[in-house]
């Protein structure tokens, strides 16, 4: 079983940028396809990203391609998520998940991902 904990959220104005960590407990966090998700007030959760075992495919939504970026350290069990060009629309409580399928690879289906943190809030304002 693994833990995560993710933090770097914040309040920023648009157009500002945020870095949000996961931090992973265990010993088998590179094992893992790891995917960030984001729930608005009154909407369902959403894939924002998603990265594989060893950081060399990755994934994206539409909406925050070119402004989004994931990435991952396997030696300090963490992944990132750099947000540049923030607008109002990216508000949301952004979580980051992890896959231990073992035959896993970078996606963005939510039912997939067993394992989840508790999330961290983005502000945007306008």
């Known amino acids: 079983q693994v833990q995560l904990v993710e933090s770097g959220g914040g309040l920023v104005q648009a157009g500002g940028s945020l870095r949000l960590s996961c931090a992973a407990s265990?010993?088998?966090?590179?094992?893992?396809?790891m995917g960030w998700f984001r729930q608005a007030p009154g909407k369902e959760r959403e894939f924002v990203a998603a990265?594989?075992?060893?950081?060399?495919?990755?994934d994206y939504a539409d909406s925050v391609k070119g402004r989004f970026t994931i990435s991952r350290d396997n030696a300090k069990n963490t992944v990132y998520l750099q947000m540049n060009s923030l607008k109002p629309g990216d508000t949301a409580v952004y979580y980051c998940?992890?896959?231990?399928?073992?035959?896993?690879?970078?996606?963005?289906?939510?039912?997939?991902?067993?394992?989840w943190g508790q999330g961290t809030q983005v502000t945007v304002s306008s």
């Open positions: 998940a992890a896959d231990s399928g073992l035959f896993a690879r970078v996606h963005s289906t939510i039912s997939e991902y067993d394992y």
């Open positions: 265990g010993r088998t966090f590179s094992s893992y396809v």
């Open positions: 990265i594989s075992r060893r950081g060399l495919s990755t």
